[in-house]
């Protein structure tokens, strides 16, 4: 294996490596997104309808909806 071979191995290595790491760093930021989005539906419905009376259909449907977006992005 010559040296011209030895470096685009670890060229390739490298970008893996940082391919992953976006990755990961990609399904971090979508969970955050998630529980922001899922913490402001619950805040403004508390702010628009009070406690007592938000609408049962946004109340079981807010859980559902937080993780279809995480899974089905923009």
Known sequence: ???DEQLLDIYKLHADLAD??????DSANRLYVTIAAALFVLSSSILRWGVGDIPGQLVAGAPLSSPLCSVFPG
């Not at 992953?20 to 760093?25: A, G, H």
């Open 1 to 3: 294996m010559n040296k």
């Open 20 to 25: 992953r790491v976006s990755q990961r760093r």
